[in-house]
């Protein structure tokens, strides 16, 4: 009897002790200086401490290192006190549990969708929570051109660990606007319907697209942020994603990230080329010296290849989508009209602008994100690359390379070395 009892009590001092230690240690990541300053919001998870932490200013203190143009990067924390592991081997590669300790950037998902999308914007919200953000917590908005309703919050708050927020698209962002002749447009939709045309007789889709061209970057809520990672519903992820790529962006002084690209159909842009031209024309101080003309044209310009990057997945810059060169790009293109008398797509407006108006370094391919929309993927090339980075896409079906992509285009204009592997998934 009097041994059980001291045997209580060593159990218990026992465990007074090792919740001393528990307390310590998570306090002492607390003060640690990434995450000191940190806010609590409404809908943080409670089981994710610790809480979601403020984003950089921007104020300068320090400069990111091994960066090519690191002269123009500043940020408020010491990037060499926070490696990111970009590669297999770098410092912490292994380190996948937990939350990341480290600074956060000033940067959110964001996903249009209608309330009938929940499921399938279920699902591309678990991959991205399982393969990055749930060590990393950045909140995610929503945008709606109806409201969204109780079910579609509740779905995906309690799947975001980050802090969600839902926007109401005001009707002037998706409507014709005065100066489109109706009748015009839906005569437009009845030749594209019987030419069998996708989504060719669809008014949404074209309020969707240019929406998604020139206005989703300047929602009330978006406003809130730098930077932005565009998710769509019934995509996959299919690596781990070991570093932020919200911070390589930042530290790069990248304003447009992709994964996929490739060529339009012409029958719904056939004259954007032609609304380019003028606008190249009226504001030659909006082009990039040393930009990537060669990715959209093989003649100077004269003539458009339809190369572009896929905008269902973009990670990218919102203060140059707010720039006044983005938003004179938008403006002019917006009034020839061809949003509803074609059916423009946001993806080469959003691609014809970067690869104009920014200097191609700029431009980021994420070789490491591995990425599905219906009908492509994005799959690593490198058999080493993809067994470090635990993906469980299928190689053969990656698109980089084959005829119909432009990514060779992409790496040739960049004198990029394509990666092992390459030749043989030509096909
Ligand atoms: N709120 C709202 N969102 C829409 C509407 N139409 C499309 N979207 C969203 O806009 C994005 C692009 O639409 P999708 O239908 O995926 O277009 P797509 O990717 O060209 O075509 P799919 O191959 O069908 O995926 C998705 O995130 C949709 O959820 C709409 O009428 N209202
Ligand atoms: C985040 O970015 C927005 C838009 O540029 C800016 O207004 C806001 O002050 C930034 N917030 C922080 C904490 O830096
Ligand atoms: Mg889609």
Redesign the pocket.
Known sequence: MATGSARHVRYVLIACFLLAVFYFVSNSRDISPSLSGQFAGTNTKSGNAPEAQQPVDGSSSSVAKDSPNQAKIKTNYDPSEFPMALKPGDPGWDDLAGIKDGPRMNATFV?????S?VW??AKSIRQVEDRFNRRYNYDWVF????PFDDTFKKVTTSLVSGKTHYGL?PVEH?SFPEWIDRDKAEKVRQDMKEAKI??GD?V??R???R??SGFFFRQELMMNYDYYW?????IELYCDIHYDPFRFMHENNKKYGFVISLYEYIETIPTLWDSVKKFMKNHPEHIAAGNAMGFLSEDGGETYNKCHFWS?FEIGSLNWLRSKAYIDYFESLDRDGGFFYERW?D?PVHSIAAALMLPKEEIHFFEDIAYY???FTHCPTDDKLRTALRCHCNPNENFDWKGYSCTTRWFDINNMEKPEGWEDQKK
């Open positions: 996903t249009l969708a209608r309330n999308d399938e914007i945008l709606n051109d109806q698209i998706w996708i989504y669809s949404s889709y309020h969707m697209c929406f998604e565009r998710v769509e519903p019934s269902n797509g993806a929309h219906v009908p």
